[in-house]
């Protein structure tokens, strides 16, 4: 089993930054892949960004390529979003994700694992 504890959403203006934090504990972190996934009221969940295990590997959603960055540390059991340049249209419950696969992938039914997620809304 492994928990995952989302932290850093709030309240920005566009055009702001945030960086989001997903803190993992249970089995060991580094052997898993990593995701991030948002869901916006009305609307189905959907990818933003994934790592794979080593972090090498990164894969994002087209609308966030050149304004977010997905990074682990796995000696601290972390992974990281940094949310740049952020839009209205971001505006969404941000979940982390952990996977049994290796790589980075976008599907979220390659992730076993959840957390609660954190609500970022961004203003116009």
């Known amino acids: 089993q492994v928990q995952l504890v989302e932290s850093g959403g709030g309240l920005v203006q566009a055009g702001g930054s945030l960086r989001l934090s997903c803190a993992a504990s249970?089995?060991?972190?580094?052997?898993?892949?990593m995701g991030w996934f948002r869901q916006a009221p009305g609307k189905e969940r959907e990818f933003v960004a994934a790592?794979?295990?080593?972090?090498?590997?990164?894969y994002y959603r087209n609308s966030g390529k050149g304004r977010f960055t997905i990074s682990r540390d796995n000696a601290k059991n972390t992974v990281y979003l940094q949310m740049n340049s952020l839009k209205p249209e971001d505006t969404a419950v941000y979940y982390c994700?952990?996977?049994?696969?290796?790589?980075?992938?976008?599907?979220?039914?390659?992730?076993?694992?959840w957390g609660q997620g954190t609500q970022v809304t961004v203003s116009s």
């Open positions: 994700a952990a996977g049994g696969g290796r790589g980075a992938d976008p599907s979220p039914g390659k992730y076993d694992y």
């Open positions: 249970g089995r060991t972190f580094s052997i898993y892949a």
């Open positions: 790592s794979s295990w080593s972090g090498a590997t990164t």
